[in-house]
């Protein structure tokens, strides 16, 4: 399989809340909710780095287009990892999340692996670690 991800969908309880998080709490960029015209299909797209996108979608709506029973959401099914340029960044991103109602559950700190991190979770309670590495060079 060649890696070609496009889409980084999460699973959500209430798309208004969840679009609103997103997009005017931590900007990322949107067209809003789009597929409200077919009975499963309402979702947004907010555009990331080049060819990648993360999308919002009811997990009712998940698991009836998946054909798998809706279960119980847990939060450390994965993270997604947000890398930013230092540390002061870290804690900016951490701030806006957190100002914007994300629950903080791990306060940026140095690691110790030399960097620097701190986990927020969504109002769904996808976590997020937003990260400096400085063994990676962030470029725009």
């Known amino acids: 399989?060649?890696?070609?991800?496009?889409?980084?969908t999460l699973g959500v309880d209430d798309l208004e809340r969840s679009l609103q998080f997103y997009r005017d709490g931590l900007g990322l960029s949107t067209e809003g909710i789009v597929g409200t015209e077919f009975e499963h299909g309402a979702v947004a797209f907010f555009d990331l780095?080049?060819?990648l996108r993360l999308a919002i979608w009811n997990r009712k709506d998940i698991a009836h287009d998946t054909k798998l029973n809706q279960t119980m959401p847990s939060p450390t099914e994965f993270t997604i990892g947000h890398n930013v340029s230092s540390k002061e960044e870290v804690d900016k991103v951490m701030a806006e999340a957190k100002k914007v109602g994300a629950?903080?559950?791990?306060p940026a700190h140095d690691t110790?692996?030399?960097?620097?991190?701190?986990?927020f979770q969504d109002p769904d309670g996808?976590?997020?670690?937003?990260?400096w590495?400085?063994?990676w060079e962030i470029t725009e």
């Open 133 to 135: 590495n400085p063994q």
């Open 1 to 8: 399989m060649k890696p070609r991800i496009t889409v980084i």
């Open 49 to 51: 780095q080049a060819g």
């Open 126 to 131: 996808h976590l997020w670690e937003i990260v």
């Open 103 to 106: 629950t903080i559950t791990v």
């Open 112 to 119: 110790f692996w030399g960097g620097y991190s701190g986990y």
